[in-house]
């Protein structure tokens, strides 16, 4: 009978523990306000990502180094994906 409350205890406490982590991230707001309008954060990172992407792609190709990347199918979309997730964690990761 004391092991039952005791492991019940320690599982309860353990629980806890693992779901602090989680409420942190209500901290802190994922939108922010442009011109009135409140956007979310990943949309910022998206469209920011994007246009680095197309930058990139722009000094690729002045650079003739476009042909050395294969497939581009591939290549540009996983540019993006890194440089989304690279915004999401610099600006709004964990603090």
């Not at 409420?23 to 990943?42: D, E, H, K, R, V």
């Not at 930058?55 to 199918?73: G, K, M, S, T």
């Not at 996983?78 to 915004?87: G, N, P, Q």
Request: charged share 10%; with cysteine; glycine share 4%.
């Amino acid at each position: 009978m004391i092991h039952s409350a005791h492991s019940r205890r320690s599982l309860s406490l353990s629980s806890f523990i693992m779901f602090v982590p989680a409420l942190t991230g209500c901290a802190q707001n994922p939108s922010f306000s442009i011109l009135g309008s409140y956007f979310p954060s990943w949309a910022f990172c998206i469209v920011v990502a994007s246009f680095l992407t197309l930058l990139l792609r722009w000094i690729l190709r002045r650079l003739d180094w476009e042909h050395q990347l294969a497939p581009l199918v591939v290549v540009y979309p996983s540019l993006a994906l890194l440089l989304c997730l690279s915004l999401w964690l610099v600006l709004f990761g964990v603090r």
